[in-house]
């Protein structure tokens, strides 16, 4: 990584904003009048509750305003929503699914990476820092069918924890990739083990946990979308055995059967794992 070109909240934050504007500027559309008004009232009484209970000061509704105005300005809202309001909302959106687990999206999802096939490298730098991780398994329906031809769509950050068009100096799609799995559902994917992510220090989210006396910290990750016709789209992170910050996420998004424990690889270069996916009806 290029220490020239450090990752600035600012400019990551206004990649994120306009990522989330192309792919679900038209959501709001869809939500009723008797919706909104039911949950911007409850939102808004809550907030009065807090204020009542803690006697909060003019200084520190100030602060709160002052604080909400700059991270419009430095294009977290997407950060701040997806660490900590998004895992609530994947709790109650996919509470009755039988299949695998999933969690949080976050932030840093491109749609249309590269297509690849069963077995594949991810595109990285011939120079690519880290462990390589055999990334191997099936995807198939609750009952147990293999899903042939499912998409497994990862992406994740580099062994510094830079994810690419997201930090700068990183080529477009380092570390992301679509894959086609095979006729029995099998894939195997080749790739670095990510580092743990630390949420921008210089932009408003880090300044909260700053201010808050919290850690920025979230263990290493791998993110993935698994998809196949018919069935529900699983989105969801995988975490390593023992990693960092596994136990304290900051973005509340770990779950124990999201763990993975990568052993030394058969052929000798870093680790392997094997991790299927059961996919719910649609
Ligand atoms: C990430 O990489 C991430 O996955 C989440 C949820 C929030 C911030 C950074
Ligand atoms: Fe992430």
């Known amino acids: 990584h290029d220490p020239e070109q450090t990752a600035t909240a600012a400019a990551s934050g206004a990649s994120a904003t306009e990522r989330f504007r192309e792919r679900r500027s038209g959501a709001a559309a869809s939500t009723s009048q008797e919706r909104v008004h039911t949950l911007a009232t409850e939102v808004i009484t809550a907030v009065h509750r807090v204020i009542r209970e803690h006697e909060v000061t003019y200084d520190e509704y100030d602060a709160l305003k002052s604080w909400l105005i700059s991270v419009g300005q430095d294009g977290e809202w997407p950060l701040f929503l997806d660490v900590w309001i998004e895992h609530v909302v994947e709790e109650v959106a996919h509470e009755d699914r039988q299949g695998s687990k999933g969690t949080i999206e976050g932030p840093y999802y491109v749609p249309d990476s590269p297509e690849l096939p069963a077995e594949a490298t991810l595109p ?159």
Request: charge should be negative; include cysteine.
């Open 124 to 282: 990285m730098r011939p120079d690519e820092h880290g462990t390589p991780l055999l990334f191997q398994g099936q995807v198939t329906a609750v009952g147990g069918a293999p899903l042939a031809g499912a998409k497994v769509e990862i992406w994740h950050a580099d062994d510094e924890g830079f994810y690419s068009q997201f930090a700068p100096g990183l080529p477009e799609w380092n570390l992301r990739g679509t894959i086609i799995a095979d006729e029995q559902g099998h894939f195997r994917i080749r790739t670095m083990q990510p580092a743990p992510y630390q949420i921008p220090q210089d932009g408003s989210c880090g300044k909260l946990i700053a201010a808050a006396g919290w850690h920025a910290w979230r263990p290493a990750h791998l993110h993935l979308k698994v998809s196949a016709p018919g069935h529900q789209l699983l989105t969801v992170q995988l975490y390593f055995r023992g990693g960092e910050h596994v136990e304290d996420d900051v973005a509340q998004a770990v779950k124990p059967e999201l763990i993975l424990d990568p052993k030394p690889a058969a052929d000798g270069e870093g680790n392997e794992v094997t991790y299927d996916f059961v996919l719910d009806p649609e």
